[in-house]
């Protein structure tokens, strides 16, 4: 599912990216408010969804070679954060949804969570 997919099918705004979304297959996302569990157990090239915005989620996300974040409960990161993720050429996008509800979609949508799918590889 492309990043351009999850933003239609979770009401996603685009924060900055917008010209690769169509571009970014994304077929595994994690979910986390907590960066050390992101380190340790999401997949290189997933979507991370969080509630989180500081600038530690895009360095996160370089760490980990993920290529979008989607943000939920409409929480919106501040400019610098935005800033170096566009640098980074990381996309961010952002729902009302809460987690849950966003999860559940895109779970429903055919996303695999992190660790079943690298558990079948």
């Given at each position: 599912?492309t990043l351009e997919?999850?933003?239609?099918v979770?009401?996603?705004k685009i924060?900055?990216?917008?010209?690769?979304?169509?571009?970014i297959?994304l077929?595994?996302a994690?979910a986390?408010?907590?960066?050390s569990?992101v380190?340790?157990?999401?997949s290189?090239?997933?979507l991370?969804?969080?509630?989180?915005?500081n600038i530690?989620?895009v360095?996160t996300?370089q760490?980990l070679?993920?290529?979008g974040?989607?943000?939920?409960?409409?929480?919106t990161?501040?400019?610098d954060?935005?800033s170096?993720?566009n640098?980074s050429?990381?996309?961010l996008?952002v729902t009302?949804m809460?987690?849950?509800?966003?999860?559940?979609?895109?779970?429903?949508?055919?996303i695999k969570p992190c660790?079943?799918?690298?558990?079948e590889?």
């Amino acid at each position: 599912m492309t990043l351009e997919d999850i933003a239609n099918v979770v009401n996603a705004k685009i924060l900055c990216g917008e010209e690769k979304l169509a571009e970014i297959n994304l077929p595994r996302a994690y979910a986390c408010d907590l960066m050390s569990d992101v380190l340790a157990l999401c997949s290189p090239g997933a979507l991370l969804i969080t509630g989180l915005t500081n600038i530690q989620i895009v360095r996160t996300a370089q760490m980990l070679d993920i290529p979008g974040v989607l943000f939920v409960r409409g929480k919106t990161p501040m400019r610098d954060t935005i800033s170096l993720a566009n640098e980074s050429g990381i996309s961010l996008i952002v729902t009302n949804m809460s987690m849950f509800q966003a999860c559940g979609i895109l779970y429903k949508e055919g996303i695999k969570p992190c660790l079943l799918a690298d558990m079948e590889e």
